[in-house]
């Protein structure tokens, strides 16, 4: 069975860091993007940033762009998401999911198309 399990998130003070943690099994984990996605009460799901197969292909949403970094282990079937300067709007429940790179980078805009999505982690950004 394909799991993805995200993990990592916590409560922090705005300008902190966290890193979150996507540990998957179940498929060939190489061959597939990872995209990361964010849920807060009363809004709508919002793409963050999701990597390919390889890590050389990134996309950040511009709210992150510059404060966020995602990187892939495929060694240890692992993405991450580094997330630096953060700010209470930051605040939300993040998953992971999983497809093509077509569909995932169709997905940071809101297209429907992730085959599989996670477990969440709750971060929390607040003084």
């Known amino acids: 069975d394909v799991q993805l399990q995200a993990s990592g998130g916590g409560l922090v003070q705005p300008g902190g860091s966290l890193r979150l943690s996507c540990a998957a099994s179940?498929?060939?984990?190489?061959?597939?993007?990872i995209g990361w996605f964010r849920q807060a009460p009363g809004k709508e799901r919002e793409g963050v940033s999701c990597?390919?197969?390889?890590?050389?292909?990134?996309y950040y949403s511009d709210s992150v762009k510059g404060r966020f970094t995602i990187s892939r282990d495929n060694a240890k079937n692992t993405v991450y998401l580094q997330m630096n300067g953060l700010k209470p709007e930051d605040t939300a429940v993040y998953y992971c999911?999983?497809?093509?790179?077509?569909?995932?980078?169709?997905?940071?805009?809101?297209?429907?198309?992730?085959?599989?999505w996670g477990t969440g982690t709750q971060v929390t950004v607040s003084s």
């Open positions: 999911a999983t497809a093509t790179w077509e569909a995932t980078i169709g997905a940071m805009t809101g297209r429907d198309g992730m085959d599989y």
């Open positions: 179940g498929f060939t984990f190489a061959d597939y993007a």
């Open positions: 990597i390919g197969s390889s890590d050389v292909t990134t």
